[in-house]
């Protein structure tokens, strides 16, 4: 405990460090499994890890790895990556590097210049109906524990007894002292270019393998299936698409609905950021009560009856009345689903039409939609992040997210053909891939909405 004046504390005290989000110098990247990597070579000395929030962390030392693996900040599952650790330049698990893993698991070597542990020298304590002091003296600090005679009462003093610390300068102490108290963001920084979330690329078949053809029945000879040049935007402009129509109500004395679903997007609620105020509610209520950790969350259908009461509470805007969290997640993708028009819908035609192939594609056409249009489709960027974040807890990955969402931003109409139907779905899929692929590379440095977790 190096310290440079006296200080008085209870026992029970809880030491907090200073928050500082510092950068590496590596630029984006990426390996076979699609998690990011440094594009230049560093050095074998540096070390990268994802944490426990799915963030990209680094370069430390070998020497940080073993103070955070010792505090339990990392564990034996975390991948880490660093040159020449694999031919393909992969991230890895601690447990299938044996010799890191038998590195770590040895106790922490005490820092450069403290020297050898001094000996301990402990007072005998005096009679138990008088006060006693406990001193417990090293070669740099004292510590003195008074206490009453009933002891009922403890404070513990820290007295330094040389001012200048014993073989290492007064910054070295200093550093000891915040790598002892610091948090995770003191000693591995986030790094730079880095995505906001590792999210690892999984293949997908959206289409039943039976299905997987280009084979047009005879009966039906005007409709092509599966076919990655169809335009089905014209067939969705000549067959809109049906929205679910609300339940009728009968006459009453009660107040309308204050957070209406179905409504258009001009006309809702919104909050000083621009986001609609039930997605934002939502999402607080989705947080406070620990609904992102739910497996399956966004994916799992509730109860009828308990989407019935929640919908109702939240078109009341009696959130805090919300206990059904699974009801939550449908509620957001049934905002989406309700809207007169697509999200999407200034822009709609590259998107099912399949004629955009990167992310920066993607993103300029957001870019040219209106702008509350486009804090919403990052309000849900910013979902599909956070979520995926705890993906060891909830089973979602982006890519799962995405998927789940999709037939919510572009609801197909009745009338379109079974299989054209999943073709669209497909695109709406892939255009979402790559819009939150970009988002997520870019999003560290220019987004400027941010909504607290």
Partial sequence: LPTSSLCECTLTANAGGPNAGQSADASAGGDVNGLWVPRQQTSSEQWYFIDANRAYRGPVSKRTLHFLYSTQAITRNTYVFTENLTSSRQWVRIRKLPSLLDELQQPLPPAAGAGAPAQHEVSPPAPAAADFTLSIRTGDVSLHVDSD??????????????QSPIGA????????????????????PLAEESPMVATSRRTVAMTPANLNTTATPASCCKTTYCNNSMKLYELLAACPATRPTPPSRRFSFRRPPKFRFGQPLHAVRVNEVGVPEVLHQ????????????????????????????SRQMTEAGHFEKITDMESVAQLIKQWFKELPESIFAPCLQPIVDGELGTGDECDLLVQRLPELNQNVIYWLQQLICDICRHETDNRMTAQSMTIVFAPNLVHAPDTLDPLQALELNKRVVQFGEMLFEHWNLTSRKKSSLRHCN
């Fill in 149 to 162: 005679g009933d002891g009922t009462r403890g404070l513990l003093r820290v007295a330094r007894i040389d």
């Fill in 169 to 188: 300068s007064k910054q070295a102490a200093e550093s000891d002292l915040n790598c002892a108290f610091g948090d995770l963001d003191l000693r591995a």
């Fill in 282 to 309: 939502l999402h607080q209520v989705l947080w406070q009560r620990k609904g992102h950790l739910i497996e399956g969350i966004f994916r799992v259908s509730p109860a009828g009856s308990a989407l019935k009461v």
